[in-house]
């Protein structure tokens, strides 16, 4: 076994120059999920020697965050394509909410000294309706520059001449005008029609073009014996043409199952590599990456076994650690962009300036629970295994309020202080929300109250941790705890919580998540010190 490990590493590296040689040293490696966060849908792109990445995030707000790396290890957020929807109030959680709609699978391109960006949030009517952005760089700002019909998982591409285009759904496309505010008129076709036993809909279309041939790369769902999730690319040298198909991977992985959806990308030097994500549970969809070897044409990803391989030598050497999930000492003049609101904020419901050094989330409406609270924040749990700590002056809650932490999700684990009167407590809770199918109202939240302390802090602050364990097998657990001095540590509640991932609610992975919200009376308000990654 020993010898086999080995003799494969070393064939990688023969193959690939950019494949983890066995003497690589501990700090170069890209260890797979290269993202093992919820980073759904990506598409990535190439401007200069920066690597600019765009995922699914939904109903959190600011949305379609676009992160950059140097070396396609160290990923950073630097942007977000817009602060708010405002086309519905659901978005403010006014009549239903936009749970695991909102955003999706947004489409990532540079062309003419500019950055665009095309995707249409997952609703019916004008809700629905495809956005295309522009920038003059990534990190914005960001304009709306057009609104079009409803185009489903679709990406925006650009000829050699500059001519647009969208693909999307399952084997559609048009052109569009050249200035992007329409399709035009006769264009739209079926470029291929899906094989008998690929029932399911083959979505997440991204486009390239190498060497004069157009690659469209599709998630394929098959229901043949022997037959899996796949990649599947369609390519063609003539865009009015016939067009080829082929599987450019098939790999189940990590104790996972089968992964596709995404993109290739190049470098400046000719290399190829491949980003897909793959279904984990409860941390969500994280991303991988895999080699790229041109054969006979075809972008084909993975190891010489058309395999992801579990690690990979960076692209770059020498690069700054960069992290998409960050601790905040919440001392800046802004919120840092690795935070998330939970659907629209109200912004004159929180302050980094009232109590400087102190995020301040005030209560401004009465709410039967957390899944209609505003202004709960939020930031993506990871894998392996994470902890978060948060620390909270509640000494300004009022009666009938709910303050504290939870991994959040549409079944949630979460610790929450409670004031009754001049009395506080802790309870550790497992709730569980109902939505309606299309409104995505919440018909009910299902709570069951695992322990209760009564808080006995003079100080009227605590700090409170979730640890996350991902790791294959230990399904999804998160653990408890609370402490009043931020050194010892005493479990609440329920032991190994199970997080789930559920695509009829939430569509997401789990959460840290910090909330405030009033049953009876608005007007109270937290101060949270920081929130740290032990």
């Known amino acids: 076994m020993k010898y086999s490990v080995l003799k494969t590493l070393t064939i990688a590296a023969l193959l690939f120059p950019f494949a983890l040689t066995m003497q690589a040293q501990n700090d170069e490696k890209i260890q797979n999920p290269m993202l093992w966060a919820d980073v759904p849908d990506p598409d990535v792109i190439r401007v200069g020697d920066t690597f600019y990445l765009v995922s699914t995030t939904m109903h959190l707000m600011p949305g379609a965050p676009v992160m950059a790396s140097k070396d396609l290890k160290n990923w950073e957020t630097v942007g977000y394509i817009f602060d708010k929807l405002t086309d519905s109030p659901k978005y403010d959680m006014q009549e239903g909410t936009v749970y695991g709609r909102g955003q999706w699978a947004t489409s990532l391109k540079y062309h003419d000294g500019k950055f665009w960006a095309l995707l249409a949030p997952n609703e019916s009517g004008p809700m629905g309706d495809t956005y295309i952005f522009t920038a003059p760089k990534a990190e914005g700002p960001w304009t709306i520059h057009a609104r079009l019909r409803h185009f489903h998982d679709a990406t925006l591409f650009f000829d050699d001449d500059g001519t647009p285009y969208v693909f999307f759904g399952t084997g559609e496309m048009c052109q569009l005008t050249r200035d992007l505010k329409g399709v035009v008129e006769g264009s739209l076709r079926h470029y291929f029609q899906r094989e008998e036993d690929e029932r399911g809909l083959l979505e997440g279309t991204r486009v390239v073009k190498h060497n004069g041939t157009y690659y469209a790369q599709l998630i394929s769902h098959v229901y043949a014996p022997g037959r899996h999730r796949r990649e599947v690319c369609y390519r063609t040298k003539d865009l009015k043409g016939t067009w080829e198909k082929n599987v450019i991977l098939e790999s189940d992985f990590g104790g996972f199952s089968y992964l596709a959806q995404g993109t290739i990308v190049d470098t400046e030097e000719g290399d190829w590599y491949g980003i897909m994500f793959q279904d984990r549970g409860g941390v969500g969809r994280v991303l991988t990456l895999s080699p790229v070897r041109w054969i006979d044409g075809w972008p084909m990803l993975g190891d010489e076994n058309g395999k992801v391989p579990d690690v990979m030598r960076p692209y770059k050497s020498g690069q700054p650690v960069k992290k998409i999930v960050c601790e905040d000492d919440f001392s800046g003049e802004k919120l840092g962009l690795h935070w998330q609101w939970n659907h629209n904020p109200i912004d004159d419901a929180w302050s980094l300036k009232e109590r400087p050094g102190f995020l301040r989330l005030k209560t401004n409406r009465v709410v039967p629970n957390l899944y209609l609270a505003p202004n709960t924040l939020t930031q993506r749990m990871f894998g392996p295994t994470c902890s978060g700590v948060v620390c909270i002056d509640y000494s300004k809650m009022k009666d009938g309020d709910c303050a504290g932490f939870c991994a959040f999700n549409g079944d949630t684990g ?19 929300v109902s939505l309606t199918d299309r409104e995505k109202a919440v018909t009910k939240v299902d709570e069951k109250v695992v322990e209760t302390v009564t808080l006995s802090s003079k100080s009227k602050k605590i700090w409170l941790r979730i640890d996350g364990d991902f790791q294959p097998g230990h399904n999804d657990a998160a ?9 010892e540590w005493t479990q609440i509640g329920s032991k190994n919580y199970r997080m789930i991932f559920d695509y009829r609610r939430f569509f997401m992975g789990s959460k840290f998540a910090i909330f405030n919200y009033a049953t009876k009376k608005a007007g109270g308000y937290i101060d949270v010190d920081e929130f740290k990654l032990p």
């Open 414 to 432: 979460a610790m929450t202080i409670k004031c009754s009167g001049k009395n506080f407590s802790l309870e550790m809770s497992e709730q569980n």
């Open 479 to 487: 653990n408890f705890y609370y402490s009043y001095d931020g050194q």
